[in-house]
């Protein structure tokens, strides 16, 4: 491996620290892979985690006027690539629902990228190699961009593309400008995502800090990689920048009150972080950590014996420590930048980066008790699968729900002659104050993550496109619009509502139906938590 000493015994130094007992190359989980192998295992593992997701066919928010207006508009939210990659499989200038086309066409390309990345890591990859990298596909926040049935195959491939720039080697200018291409390509599909490239040259400098590498070649790496991620990002902003006409919000105004913005977003971050534990998993997630926590004290330890000058020494200490809190930080990365903050499940890529850097210090710690490790990384795995199925399963509960207001207001449109023949219909009250699906309050008390998942899509009723669905086609307001009247109005010039149902009432203003929505029982509501913004990516 590039920049590795081999004049220091590294193995033979952690020996003294961890658990020494002969492993045999045959033992389970410590078999080399082929590559094919580790594609097609990883393959197969992606295609698993989104069955549910599959299953469920749930559209997401935006996925309704998408579907109803099949408008590909990405160009002008600075994602071109996402525009580009729903035209060419749409085969049309606008964007047709071809969902789960994209997804299944995406997943052996992020697979390929992963097992590039486990080459990379490892020159002989293993099965627990292999479960160290799946969360950064299996992460439960990334759950809510897979959900987007429109640009969910995009956000996968800027995860591919973060995750192909760190595998391409930078001591080349060839090499390093491929890096800065493939960083551009995934801020180009999906700006957040520049935080999972963050994270994982982090990643890479401690990795290679453990492997001994010299402080040199850490120091060379790291102006590489930084010049790298400046050089896509400045190459983006010229190739893009022009097409954005839709505003994403401003920048944070860097004065005194910053510091103390930043601090409480990356609190926010936390919360977020500790929806992930429950009675069963909190033992076992600590265990982790405190493991993990021990691997990196044998690490410094194994690095303060190296013969190295002490400055050296000290280089090479903040080379490993310093990703640690770089790593957390680039959870929410760029979005700590922004004015109007949104820490939404789907903003969160860069946990995947600080799941795998938890995986990869255990995996180290326990090398040498092979099926003990397998046992170990397995968990995470399977837990974040139990998450995703349980996703799938609260995507179902909100599609009934949501199906089954549409169609009774529809009924009713149509049932009614004084509202059969109105020239226009419009909604208000869509948005609740307070997440309401009775049907998945099990799964919530039980999964507190799954709110943080499902996000702004737990605080809608009914949507105007929603009745589109059930055949009410002039129904209003559009998006970004407003109907004519407020409720107050509608309520003072038609205090008498023709239809009144438990969770809405329909009143007729001339020749004009509004179906105003109640908030729903509160003793009925699921657990709520903060309401995320909307989308500024």
Not at 37 to 61: C, E, G, N, R, T
Not at 277 to 289: G, V
Not at 466 to 484: E, K, R
């Amino acid at each position: 491996m590039t920049g590795v000493c081999p004049s220091i015994p590294i193995q033979n130094c952690r020996a003294q620290f961890i658990w020494d007992q002969p492993m045999s190359s045959t033992q389970a989980g410590s078999q080399s892979l082929a590559f094919n192998q580790v594609w097609l295992i990883i393959s197969l593992a992606l295609a698993f985690h989104i069955v549910p997701l599959l299953m469920a066919d749930h559209l997401y928010l935006d996925d309704y006027w998408r579907t109803v207006l099949a408008e590909n508009d990405w160009t002008s939210q600075g994602r071109p690539l996402t525009a580009a990659l729903l035209a060419f499989l749409g085969f049309a200038n606008g964007a047709p629902n071809i969902d789960p086309l994209p997804l299944l066409l995406a997943l052996p390309i992020v697979a390929y990228s992963l097992a590039r990345l486990g080459r990379h890591w490892y020159s002989t990859p293993s099965v627990a190699h292999v479960l160290v990298l799946l969360p950064l596909w299996y992460q439960p926040f990334f759950l809510q961009n897979l959900s987007y049935q429109f640009d969910g195959a995009a956000m996968a491939l800027a995860l591919m593309a973060s995750i192909l720039a760190i595998t391409v080697t930078t001591e080349a200018m060839k090499s390093w400008f491929l890096g800065c291409l493939l960083v551009a390509t995934a801020v180009a599909f999906y700006q957040v995502a520049v935080n999972v490239f963050i994270g994982l040259c982090c990643l890479d400098i401690m990795r290679q800090v453990m492997d001994g590498a010299s402080f040199s070649c850490i120091r060379r790496q790291a102006a590489q990689r930084l010049t790298q991620l400046m050089a896509g990002c400045l190459l983006y902003y010229v190739a893009c920048s022009r097409m954005i006409t839709v505003p994403r919000g401003s920048l944070l105004t860097f004065d005194g009150h910053w510091p103390e913005l930043i601090r409480g977003r990356l609190s926010d971050v936390c919360a977020d972080l500790r929806l992930l534990a429950t009675p069963q998993t909190t033992l076992f997630m600590e265990a982790l950590l405190v493991l993990a926590g021990v691997a990196l004290v044998t690490e410094l330890a194994c690095l303060w014996r190296r013969p190295c000058s002490r400055w050296e020494q000290l280089g090479l200490t903040v080379a490993l420590l310093l990703p640690v809190p770089v790593i957390y930080v680039s959870i929410t990365g760029v979005m700590l930048l922004f004015a109007d903050y949104d820490h939404a499940a789907r903003t969160l890529m860069g946990f995947g980066v600080a799941c795998v850097m938890v995986l990869l210090l255990v995996q180290r710690a326990l090398m040498r008790l092979p099926r003990i490790q397998i046992a170990i990384l397995l968990i995470p795995s399977l837990f974040m699968l139990s998450i995703a199925f349980a996703y799938g399963r609260v995507q179902s509960m909100q599609k009934e729900l949501n199906q089954a207001l549409a169609h009774s207001i529809a009924q009713d449109l149509f049932s009614r002659s004084e509202l059969g023949s109105l020239d226009r219909y419009y909604l208000d009250g869509q948005w609740i104050s307070q997440r309401w699906l009775p049907s998945a309050q099990g799964l919530f008390r039980t999964l507190p993550v799954l709110t943080h998942v499902q996000g702004v899509n737990g605080y809608v009723m009914v949507l105007p496109e929603m009745l589109t669905f059930a055949g009410v086609a002039n129904v209003g307001p559009a998006l970004g619009g407003s109907a004519p009247m407020s409720r107050r109005q509608v309520l003072d010039l038609s205090p008498i509502p023709v239809v009144e149902r438990a969770l809405y009432e329909i009143h007729r203003v001339g020749n004009t139906g509004y179906v105003l929505m109640k908030a729903p029982p509160v003793n009925s509501a699921a657990p709520s938590h903060a309401l995320p913004g909307l989308r500024h990516e």
